[in-house]
């Protein structure tokens, strides 16, 4: 239960960040979906291609 709680509160809270995001500064080359943090891998596409934009 834990793990599962735990993802998707963590989904949630990057999705609203996302979303009321003026100051994303990682973008996915795959999706192009914006971030506003450093992710291994894309919550949007689940490609390793986060990258630093400056
Ligand atoms: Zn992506």
Known sequence: MGLFSKAGKTFE???QSYMS????????RSCEERL??????????GEDSVEKVE
Do not use: I, Q, R
């Open 13 to 15: 809270e990057a999705k």
């Open 21 to 28: 995001s003026k100051g994303a500064t990682y973008v996915c």
């Open 36 to 45: 506003t943090e450093e992710y291994d891998y894309c919550p949007h596409c």
